[in-house]
């Protein structure tokens, strides 16, 4: 089937498959480091379809870029400036009370945009999107459930949930800033989002955090210094043998 | 009728043992102990691949390794809950794997230096494994031998995408060939090791063959592993480091070189090059996840006692 | 048994519609919730199933081993239970 010219912008497609793709990679991380067994696989099957987001996001920006570029080379050529991804994905994860309140956002975030742009009028994104959209649904489920047990758990995982939600908050407000060519409007999918996010809070007895949105910039290639270092380590096998295939 | 008779003649009759079965305490304990090491070992074995999942050269590759060591999380958790239906509990276990009081295979001591290192061991490693395992899918006990049977469907695969490494590699650039062969040369006899001692000193073998536990001897099973993988190296393009490897047409076996057991006794004492740094994974990711464990059991409390307040 | 796991679940699926629920093996979770989406995330990555039970192994009600004989051996000799037991004549077809 030929599929017609698509006018989705190549750079919007590539912000989408970043956020998917830096998100595998932090969470690959906690495969062998989870809190029980049962999470490892838990986590790992979360990994695995972020990945698979990443990867048909960005085979499909490569079509559009029309420059014949693969996932790997999009994944693994490029540097820290020209990845579009929001910043609630790049920093590390090492806590697990982290993980989950980023997760929480990230596939409540995630959830209302991939059901939007499944019904959106690309055809391309709209089947990736629709593939997307079960998985998500999974993936905002169990952070749900975590963030709920965490938040009204003991004493000490209360505490805890409130400061991993504390750090991840002022990430939140990037997922609805402006973007060049949006396919859907960022800003749209706010008040969803935050419906969301906030009525697990508040199931988890946690407070929603008042601070400041950080600066942000993602999505213009401004990232944390953080990135820089997880391309590094993700991409210098690959780099260190041009031409190569794997 | 004693305990001791009946198992006999469970034995005899059956060949196969379920958990409420009577058995010697004996048996029981010598299950305890091999499913237990069986089980560390899978979840230890997680740490050398995990190494490179952030660093895999290709999104495919990373995919595929994700989902093995995921796989290897899974069989860990089929083989604890395969102990537990003797009455020992998986915190018991993971306990004595913490303090050193039970073991896992030595071959997870080595490191994984190179992305070739990936490859073999999924060639090397999991081949040997499945020569292992596939006899104990017949094992005498139900539930471990059922436990094998999933993890032997599911190590296919693992085995196939280490050679497939290995193989494309050795077909890559002369860079990549010389990683590929430099990781056959470090774990070829690593893998050999993993068949245990040779059958004159293998403490535990007469017995746990009587008890229908082990099918096949050490030595057995290692010439099995030799003698499927020499034609494999040679589709690969690649040379085993052991230059006395060659067909014995009278055997219809091949012949090989003297492993060096002083290197697995080492390894097994604590020595090898990554006992510590394993062990330090598994404790931190352990005690990290605690608070997490009381939390979700914590919930699981008030929401137990909210249900029954809403009954009363 | 000691208090400080999680508590453990049988787990049985269905592999497809049609079929029983078949018990495949166990894990631990905190409560039944979470039991389920473990034996999600455990037991079918290889698509194999299409429902899911999780049953709290203490819950589950077993004959003793103690008791095979006077349980099963009744019925050993019950064999015009059977089909096979019965004769019919040459040529007697659809019995």
């Known amino acids: 089937m030929i599929t017609p010219p698509s006018s989705t912008p190549f750079s919007y497609v590539l912000g989408l498959a970043d956020d998917a793709l830096v998100s595998a990679q932090r969470m690959g991380w906690w495969i062998s480091r989870a809190p029980q067994l049962e999470e490892d696989l838990a986590l790992a099957n979360?990994?695995?379809?972020?990945?698979?987001?990443?990867?048909?996001?960005?085979?499909?920006?490569?079509?559009?870029?029309?420059?014949?570029?693969?996932?790997?080379?999009?994944?693994?050529?490029?540097?820290?400036?020209?990845?579009?991804?929001?910043?609630?994905?790049?920093?590390?994860?090492?806590?697990?009370?982290?993980?989950?309140?980023?997760l929480l956002v990230f596939s409540a975030w995630q959830a209302e945009l991939y059901a939007a742009l499944a019904l959106g009028e690309d055809p391309t994104l709209a089947a990736i999107a629709g593939k997307a959209v079960k998985e998500v649904?999974?993936?905002?489920?169990?952070?749900?459930?975590?963030?709920?047990?965490?938040?009204?758990?003991?004493?000490?995982?209360?505490?805890?949930?409130?400061?991993?939600?504390?750090?991840?908050?002022?990430?939140?407000?990037?997922?609805?800033?402006?973007?060049?060519?949006?396919?859907?409007?960022?800003?749209?999918?706010?008040?969803?989002?935050?419906?969301?996010?906030?009525?697990?809070?508040?199931?988890?007895?946690?407070?929603?955090?008042?601070?400041?949105?950080a600066r942000g910039g993602g999505r213009r290639g401004l990232h944390t210094e953080d990135l820089g270092y997880l391309l590094a380590e993700m991409q210098h096998l690959h780099r260190s043998h041009p031409g190569a295939t794997w | 009728m004693s305990a001791e008779v009946s198992f006999d003649e469970l034995l005899a009759d059956d060949g196969r043992v379920e958990p409420r079965d009577p058995?010697?305490?004996?048996?029981?304990?010598?299950?305890?102990?091999q499913i237990a090491q069986h089980a560390h070992s899978e979840i230890i074995g997680m740490q050398p691949e995990g190494n490179w999942i952030s660093r895999a050269p290709s999104l495919r590759r990373k995919a595929i390794l994700m989902a093995k060591v995921q796989d290897e999380a899974g069989h860990g958790l089929y083989l604890y809950a395969a102990a537990e239906t003797l009455g020992v509990d998986r915190e018991d276990l993971l306990d004595q794997l913490h303090t050193g009081r039970q073991k896992y295979s030595s071959i997870f001591n080595y490191p994984t230096l190179t992305w070739a290192d990936v490859g073999a061991i999924g060639w090397l490693v999991d081949g040997a494994a499945i020569v292992?395992?596939?006899?104990?899918?017949?094992?005498?006990?139900?539930?471990?031998?059922?436990?094998?049977?999933?993890?032997?469907?599911?190590?296919?695969?693992?085995?196939?995408?280490?050679?497939?490494?290995?193989?494309?590699?050795?077909?890559?650039?002369?860079?990549?060939?010389?990683?590929?062969?430099?990781?056959?040369?470090?774990?070829?006899?690593?893998?050999?090791?993993?068949?245990?001692?040779?059958?004159?000193?293998?403490?535990?073998?007469?017995q746990s063959m009587a008890w229908g536990i082990k099918r096949f001897s050490n030595d057995e099973l290692r010439q099995r592993f030799i003698d499927m993988t020499v034609p494999q190296a040679e589709a690969l393009g690649l040379t085993l480091p052991d230059p006395e490897l060659r067909w014995n047409a009278e055997r219809g076996h091949y012949d090989s070189g003297p492993i060096d057991f002083t290197e697995l006794f080492e390894v097994i004492q604590g020595n090898g090059p990554c006992n510590a740094q394993r062990m330090g994974h598994r404790v931190r990711a352990h005690e990290d996840g605690a608070w997490v464990r009381e939390a979700a059991s914590a919930y699981a409390a008030k929401q137990a006692a909210r249900a029954a307040g809403e009954v009363a | 048994m000691s208090t400080r796991d999680w508590p453990l679940w049988e787990v049985f699926v269905r592999s497809r519609r049609g079929l029983s629920h078949v018990h495949v093996g166990s894990l631990h979770a905190p409560d039944a919730e979470m039991a389920l989406r473990n034996a999600r995330d455990v037991y079918t990555r290889r698509q194999e199933g299409v429902s899911l039970w999780v049953v709290p192994s203490a819950e589950i009600v077993a004959s003793e081993a103690g008791q095979r004989e006077e349980f099963f051996d009744p019925a050993a000799d019950k064999i015009y239970r059977h089909p096979t037991f019965y004769e019919i004549p040459e040529g007697v077809e659809h019995l």
Request: charged share 25%; aromatic share 8%.
């Open chain 1, 46 to 102: 979360i990994g695995l379809d972020q990945l698979g987001q990443a990867r048909n996001l960005l085979t499909y920006a490569g079509e559009l870029e029309g420059a014949g570029r693969s996932e790997d080379d999009l994944a693994y050529l490029r540097d820290d400036r020209d990845f579009r991804n929001v910043w609630l994905v790049e920093r590390p994860q090492t806590d697990f009370g982290v993980a989950m309140a980023r």
């Open chain 1, 137 to 213: 649904a999974y993936h905002l489920d169990h952070a749900r459930r975590w963030v709920v047990r965490l938040g009204d758990g003991t004493e000490e995982s209360h505490a805890r949930m409130q400061v991993a939600l504390e750090a991840e908050w002022p990430y939140v407000e990037e997922l609805f800033g402006p973007v060049d060519g949006a396919v859907v409007d960022p800003v749209a999918l706010r008040d969803a989002v935050l419906t969301t996010v906030e009525s697990v809070l508040a199931e988890a007895t946690l407070v929603v955090p008042q601070v400041a949105p």
């Open chain 2, 23 to 33: 058995m010697p305490e004996d048996y029981r304990r010598s299950l305890v102990r």
């Open chain 2, 132 to 206: 292992n395992q596939v006899p104990l899918c017949r094992c005498s006990y139900g539930p471990y031998a059922r436990a094998m049977i999933r993890v032997c469907k599911e190590e296919s695969f693992h085995q196939r995408q280490g050679f497939e490494i290995l193989h494309t590699l050795a077909h890559g650039t002369p860079a990549q060939k010389a990683m590929a062969q430099d990781a056959v040369d470090r774990y070829w006899w690593p893998a050999l090791m993993m068949f245990g001692p040779p059958d004159a000193d293998s403490p535990h073998s007469a």
